[in-house]
């Protein structure tokens, strides 16, 4: 009688144990590596080897040496550069939007800049206050700061699951002319 419950507790331990193990694979005829980093599962090489399009790791092997690979929660994004007066626009907008993915904007890493003269960038989101950079002009600066002189930063607004970001970049002054290309983007 003693042996039914003890038995039963090393079968449920050992299921337990290949349940564990089972989760970090690769699904079955997916590659499990690019070029020497494992992909784990629910990460995968290719459309049908992920659990979510958003999951689609592309293994590119024409890079010598390592390429920064991180689980620890974070994802990189090539994001879009948002410009104004670049090509005779003055005002130029772009929303980012991450609702139909697991992801969400992280306050803590992420960083919005603008780099150009006489910016106002501002960075709005669903239910959070408004962010706001601005950069005035100084002929003399030189691009190693970016504190309000030609370049300027905002933090991104804080939410636990921030979804979607709207961006605006403008003129402080409108109708000053002769002003340079505006960028803004998001910065690690």
Partial sequence: MV????????????LIKATAQALFLANPGCEETCGNVTIPYPFGIGASCSNKASFIVTCNNSFAGAQNFSLQGTIRVFSPILTSNCS????????????????????????????GCNNLTLISGEDIETRRCTS?????????????INCCQARIPSASSLK?????????????????????????
């Fill in 3 to 14: 042996m039914k419950p003890v038995l039963g507790g090393i079968l449920v331990l050992l």
């Fill in 164 to 188: 979607y970001i709207n961006v605006s970049l403008r003129s402080i002054s409108p109708n000053n002319g002769g002003e340079s290309c505006k960028r803004a983007f998001m910065v690690e």
């Fill in 136 to 148: 005035y002009c100084n002929s003399s600066w030189r691009p190693s700061t970016c504190y309000g």
């Fill in 88 to 115: 005779d626009r003055r005002h130029s907008t772009i929303e980012m939007n991450s609702s139909r993915t697991p992801f969400s904007f992280l306050d803590t890493k992420n960083r919005f800049t603008a780099i």
